[in-house]
């Protein structure tokens, strides 16, 4: 790590030297700026990149939007979908497919992304909901809230909050750990801060500094080795996390999705909770360990929940979405309850192709019933 970063160093020093000797003058470009592979939105975090499907802007930029060739109208069924990576892929076109036709058309808002919480989709769905105007709005929530109440060294600030703002979810590789310059909390800011190119040799310190994934990396290194971390997360001890962290964030949860509800009902929009299905039997596993990616279920980098404990956690998760169906009348999908089969499952949340359209069935069975009472 140190060899390449002296490898980074010298490769630096001779573009500066070769801006200096060669390198036309011109205007001053932005430097620092950190790509971490996400298509960053301004307030939402990340959404997907524009491409097929996806609306490249201004209006749903970064979302799905299947609309009716020649656009809605007033018979026009309109499906807004909100929830995370769960809901950020096909699902729900496969929903549409089975609604859609040319004497009951439909129109749909994927506005699912993945590391999106319930607390995205509330204001999610005040945002977009006068432009979408949807009669029906799905949502798929739980494990993103779930593994906000703990604060992993490296994907959290060690201070959880109930407004999520310790967690930078996809934000995570552009972010570092800082204080407070007003009262000294934990606290998040952007590496890389874009300015403008300085080509002395206290630009180019300063530009390493601030920019280099290389010295950021060896930050966090020493950072982890201060706080005891394990690199290896298979090494993780799974220890039983009690009560305090597997409910920290419930009660968010819960508050977000009743607000939902209560969003959807004053627009006039039908709302139908999907409680999310799970497994611990996957062949695959990415949110517990031993998995390729560190855990997202540890509060000091050591330990980690047991398949028990997410068990038991994303039953409570789900409880809270029955729950709040039951108290705002809001159409209920049990698909934990239906999907089972670890077969289904590509890791412990993520259905596979068979998985997805089981759960599409379920959902537009729902939709249309919501429909046949318009």
Known sequence: MLLLLLLELGTRGALSVHRWLVAPVGPPVASGVIDNGESFHLFFQNVLPPGPGIAPGPRFAGFVVEEPVGGRDAATFATLFLGGSTSANDFPSRVR??????????????????????????????????????????????????????????????????????????????????????????????????????????????????????????????????????????????????????????????????????????????????????????????????SAAPSLFTNDGRSAVTDADFRRGMGLFNAVVREVSAEHDATLVDAATAITDPGLFSDEVHLTDAGREKLALSVSDALEDIRSAR
């Open 97 to 290: 497919a089975r609604l859609d036709s040319a004497d009951d058309p439909v129109a749909l808002y994927n506005l699912a992304a993945p590391w999106h919480s319930s607390l995205h989709s509330l204001h999610k769905l005040w945002t977009y909901v006068d432009e979408a105007r949807p009669d029906a709005v799905v949502l798929l929530h739980g494990v993103n809230d779930f593994y906000r109440g703990f604060t992993p060294p490296g994907l959290a600030l060690p201070e959880y909050r109930d407004d999520y703002s310790h967690h930078p979810g996809p934000l995570r590789e552009s972010v570092l750990m800082t204080e407070s310059v007003y009262d000294g909390r934990p606290a998040l800011r952007l590496r890389g801060p874009k300015r403008a190119r300085d080509d002395s040799i206290r630009g180019l310190a300063l530009d390493v500094a601030t920019s280099s994934a290389l010295v950021h990396e060896v930050t966090e290194r020493l950072a982890r080795r201060d706080r005891r971390d394990v690199a290896d997360p298979s090494q993780l001890s799974r220890v039983s996390t009690g009560d305090e962290m597997l409910t920290r964030s419930l009660p968010a949860f819960r508050r977000n999705l009743r607000n939902i509800a209560i969003g959807c009902r004053s627009k006039g929009a039908a709302l139908v909770l999907v409680t999310m299905p799970f497994t611990t039997e996957c062949a695959r596993r990415e949110f517990l360990p031993p």
